[in-house]
């Protein structure tokens, strides 16, 4: 599933390809028709990201759409061709159009009802108005284990299983530690981090954790198994130990249990 760094890149390219223009909208699969036919030949205003979720501000009614684990945007130029699968929302301007397959959610919602979403999601690292506040409030009231915390999209929206690891092993807390034992100053090097990692994300539209220095060339030039440090790796970057993995809330987590301890 996309964290919250390629939401917030997906948001900014919409902005930049389609914001400002009246849109044609359509439901090729057929499932968004109704939604569609509201939506079609209205001026898209802005376009928001709130953890894994966009936001797209349509002259006054608003678009949801989560992609899930299997929703899938494909960009075109205009005019686009003929619909490739299942293609469940397309919107077409001036210049660009792009296409939604698979997502969980492609839905006009009502002023109380974006409000009801807007007020479940937790505090989002990458946006301007975020609160940590709001976020240590939970977590310092919390016994769950922190590393299930931060998948809980209703405290920090936009990290996902893949961040939680690395920045848990990045400032050595072990998942399974309460998140209530945290002390405040831990907390402010977890919320910085975040924010800083999700920054890199959103700018490179990949997850970069490897510091340049330690890999011996830019982030973009870096690969895969270069950007990570302890998802899916078998062993520890930091001590060469063991890196260990097991099932925390839904999600194979990855630690190092020397270095993380409990």
Not at 11 to 36: M, T, Y
Not at 141 to 157: F, W
Not at 234 to 242: L, Q
Request: charged fraction near 25%.
């Amino acid at each position: 599933m996309p964290e919250g760094h390629t939401i917030h890149r997906l948001a900014a390219d919409h902005n930049r390809d389609f914001a400002g223009q009246k849109l044609a909208v359509s439901s090729p699969q057929g499932r968004f028709s109704e939604g569609a036919r509201l939506l079609d030949g209205c001026l898209l205003n802005s376009v928001q990201a709130h953890g894994k979720h966009l936001l797209y501000d349509w002259d006054g009614h608003t678009l949801h759409i989560h992609l899930g684990l299997y929703g899938k945007f494909r960009r075109h130029t205009s005019p686009p061709p003929e619909p490739r699968g299942a293609v469940r929302l397309r919107v077409t301007g001036a210049r660009f159009a792009f296409d939604l397959n698979g997502p969980t959610a492609c839905e006009v919602l009502t002023r109380p009802e974006l409000q009801c979403l807007l007020d479940r999601l937790g505090v989002d690292p990458l946006r301007a108005d975020a609160d940590p506040e709001k976020a240590w409030d939970r977590i310092r009231r919390s016994s769950t284990p922190i590393g299930a915390v931060l998948m809980n999209q209703n405290i920090i929206a936009g990290v996902g299983n893949v961040y939680r690891a690395e920045i848990l092993h990045l400032l050595q807390i072990h998942p399974e530690r309460k998140a209530n034992s945290l002390q405040r100053q831990e907390f402010d090097a977890l919320w910085q981090l975040t924010v800083r990692l999700l920054q890199i994300g959103k700018r490179y539209n990949r997850i970069i954790i490897a510091d340049p220095a330690d890999v011996g060339k830019p982030r973009a030039r870096m690969t895969r198994d270069e950007r990570l440090l302890v998802y899916k790796k078998e062993f520890c970057s930091r001590c060469d130990g063991p890196i260990e993995s097991w099932l925390l809330a839904a999600r194979k987590v990855f630690a190092c249990p020397r270095c993380q301890q409990k």
